[in-house]
Nanobody
Framework: QVQVVESGGGLVQAGGSLRLSCVAS????????MGWFRQVPGKEREFVAA????????YYADSVKGRFTISRDNAKNTVYLQMNSLKPEDTAVYYC????????????????????WGQGTQVTVSS
């Protein structure tokens, strides 16, 4: 069973940037489609971005489109979330998730379809 660990969170001013990393324990990260989600207290977990296991297909929530970029390096078992032009409303705990994917270009924004989750990393954007 794959384990994923997020890192890279922190405190940043509005307009700044952060890059989150998600490292997987398995050497076969390439079989997993990956996603990033976020959650604030009292609210449901929210989809942020997803990437197919091939890395060719990506999908973003409207709220982050044009500001965030998801990418992956299967050789390093790592998925990234580059976050630019951060806003206070981006403040949340960010989670990485993995889903075994039969199809190379399949992605999903449905949290319920992801099988493995990390513990999360806090991102705080000050105004």
């Amino acid at each position: 069973q794959v384990q994923v660990v997020e890192s890279g969170g922190g405190l940043v001013q509005a307009g700044g940037s952060l890059r989150l990393s998600c490292v997987a324990s398995e050497r076969t990260l390439s079989i997993y489609a990956m996603g990033w989600f976020r959650q604030v207290p009292g609210k449901e977990r929210e989809f942020v971005a997803a990437i197919s296991r091939s890395g060719i297909k990506t999908y973003y929530a409207d709220s982050v489109k044009g500001r965030f970029t998801i990418s992956r390096d299967n050789a390093k078992n790592t998925v990234y979330l580059q976050m630019n032009s951060l806003k206070p409303e981006d403040t949340a705990v960010y989670y990485c998730a993995a889903k075994v994917s039969i199809f190379a270009d399949s992605i999903t924004y449905n949290a319920g379809q992801y099988e493995h989750w990390g513990q999360g990393t806090q991102v705080t954007v000050s105004s």
